[in-house]
């Protein structure tokens, strides 16, 4: 730990303090916002400390390596949370926060990283390798493939709307062959470390015991989290679907939201679109088909099934992306618009 920065020193206090102050909100049935704000701000925490400890592991391996280790156990507190949701009996929270991390990623966060990335390089246009952006298009157009099914198939009330569970299972196990089938070639050709940033700064042991420790506190602030959720947003006089599209995919998705914007600063393009395009191909390939899965040991099942006006944000956004990350290079008014889409989105969530 002697090669941590004073900030980054502070940074980890900061977190175990905000991680306590969470739980002695939730077990002291504190008032509903400040036990639920608390929880939101230990949780975006951990996804830092994940976030971190992920980097100085991934100094060790290439870009696409990196920015798969930062997205999978970035990943943790978000299906954490859409767990504790389905055990709640909350499906629309859970729903929305899984559509919501897909968009806050593919609109909101990729947005905000290609406005900085752009601003960075000396002739205004981001550059970046473009197989991430192809790959990433098409698993999200597969995924977005059998929710458009299913939502034409339910709106018609035809024979097979009524058997949305069984298509929901055979459609997930697809998609995690797909994914599979394309995650294994990408890291085995991406092996070779990054050059020119020094190496890791943590020792191998220390960036586990970090790892370890921010993964397992993430389940339990997960849970007090889903706990605050609903009282909150009741004060608050929120919609389900806000608080699923928006607070929750935003706080789940804090790993995503510092690294890309802080490496899209630092000029490292690759690895800044990288960490974003892997959670979105993650989530919408891997980690939603794979609680589709989970979620028929438990009292809620999730499904692929969801309201018209997410198909619809789901197929619009795969086409986005392929329009403006497909050929390797961004302007800053093209992240501008992704970041424009996301906020007319958010506001259609606060009247569902």
């Known amino acids: 730990m002697s090669r941590l920065s004073p900030p980054e020193r502070v940074a980890l206090a900061l977190v175990v303090v905000l991680t306590a102050l969470a739980g002695a909100a939730n077990y002291g049935a504190w008032t509903p916002v400040p036990r639920f704000a608390l929880a939101t701000l230990a949780l975006a925490g951990l996804a830092w400390v994940v976030s971190f400890a992920t980097e100085q592991l991934g100094e060790r391996f290439g870009p696409g390596v990196t920015g798969m280790l930062q997205s999978t156990l970035g990943n943790l507190p978000e299906l954490f949370v859409v767990i504790f949701a389905l055990k709640a009996g909350e499906l629309v ?96 050709s991406d092996t070779a470390p990054p050059e020119g940033y020094g190496g890791p700064r943590l020792g191998l ?49 804090a790993v995503e939201n510092v690294a890309g914007l802080v490496l899209a600063y630092k000029r490292r393009s690759d690895l800044a679109i990288s960490v974003v395009k892997n959670s979105v191909a993650q989530i919408a390939a891997f980690l939603f088909p794979l609680l589709v899965l989970v979620s028929f040991a438990l009292s809620t099942q999730l499904t692929f099934a969801l309201a018209p006006v997410y198909i619809g944000a789901l197929a619009l956004t795969a086409l986005t992306l392929s329009q403006v990350t497909g050929d390797g290079e961004a302007a800053a008014f093209e992240g501008w618009a992704l970041v424009a889409l996301y906020a007319i989105l958010a506001t259609f969530t606060l009247y569902e």
């Open 93 to 188: 929270v859970a729903q929305t926060a899984i559509i919501g991390s897909i968009l806050a990623n593919a609109l909101l966060v990729l947005g905000l990283v290609i406005v900085i990335g752009a601003r960075r390089s000396p002739d205004g246009i981001m550059r970046f390798s473009s197989r991430l952006p192809r790959d990433t298009a098409t698993l999200l157009l597969l995924a977005v493939f059998i929710i458009v099914l299913l939502g034409l198939s339910l709106a018609a009330h035809d024979p097979a709307s009524h058997h949305v569970k069984a298509i929901s299972a055979i459609g997930a196990v697809s998609l995690l062959i797909v994914y599979l089938a394309w995650v294994i070639p990408y890291l085995r």
């Open 205 to 253: 042991g220390v960036t586990l015991t970090l790892l370890l420790l921010a993964g397992g506190a993430s389940a339990f602030v997960s849970d007090w989290f889903v706990n605050g959720l609903a009282p909150a947003i009741a004060v608050l006089n929120l919609s389900q679907a806000f608080a699923g599209l928006v607070i929750v995919a935003i706080a789940g998705n």
